[in-house]
């Protein structure tokens, strides 16, 4: 099952599609791409709405979001991401 990234955006639903094989793990890159202190939820795409409702009419629970909160990466961050160099791609 392919994994996506659901973080509220100002009373929107966003959500992140990880690229396969981009040696990140999902976890990784939630921290990296979701903006600094929004919480976000890993979840299976399948498992989004698929009644054909647009995204923006989506709505998510912020106590739903409880699998991590974004990380200070950003432009200008004390905590660059740096990818580690025991990563592998395609694996």
């Known amino acids: 099952m392919s994994k996506c ?3 509220n955006n100002n009373g929107c639903v966003a959500v992140i599609f990880p690229a396969p094989n ?3 793990t999902v976890e990784q890159i939630a921290l990296k791409d979701v903006p ?4 976000f939820k890993i979840m299976n795409i ?7 409702s647009p995204q ?3 709505i998510v629970d912020e ?3 409880t ?7 950003g432009v ?4 660059p991401f740096t990818m580690s160099e025991d990563t592998t791609h395609g694996n």
């Open 5 to 7: 990234i659901i973080y």
């Open 22 to 24: 981009c040696g990140l």
């Open 36 to 39: 600094f202190g929004k919480p």
């Open 46 to 52: 399948e498992d989004l709405p698929q009644d054909g």
């Open 56 to 58: 923006e009419a989506w």
């Open 63 to 65: 106590a739903d979001l």
């Open 67 to 73: 699998d991590g909160i974004g990380a200070d990466y």
């Open 76 to 79: 200008g961050s004390a905590n």
